[in-house]
């Protein structure tokens, strides 16, 4: 833990073993660079702000939907990237170098 924070705050970047397995693994068996790029133009939206920490009815109040709406446009975005919670979301999108505000 301790060399990943030096890496860090000497301006590297930190993969762990598991993470750099993942990433060879996904490499070699074709899969997507990124896999945020499977998302529609609107998932890939959604998917953003609850990157961000918003909540479905703030999401369709922001977006002139219905919350119903929201959480279909999430269940299939969660689907395509293979995570079932928010959390799972953002260390995927940390990963995948999708931070707030992107």
């Known amino acids: 833990m301790l060399q990943a924070i030096e890496t ?15 990433f060879a693994f996904d490499m070699l068996n074709g899969r997507p660079d990124n896999p945020f790029d499977q998302l529609t ?8 702000e609850l990157i961000n920490g918003k909540r479905n009815i ?12 929201v959480s279909t446009h999430r269940t299939r975005a969660f689907q395509k990237l293979d995570v079932s919670t ?8 940390l990963r995948h170098g999708i931070t707030r505000g992107d």
């Open 8 to 22: 860090v705050v000497a301006g590297d970047q930190h993969m762990s073993a598991v993470v750099a397995r993942e």
């Open 41 to 48: 133009p609107r998932e890939r939206e959604i998917v953003d």
């Open 58 to 69: 703030r999401i369709a109040e922001q977006f002139f939907i219905s919350e119903k709406t």
């Open 86 to 93: 928010t959390a799972e979301l953002v260390r995927l999108a």
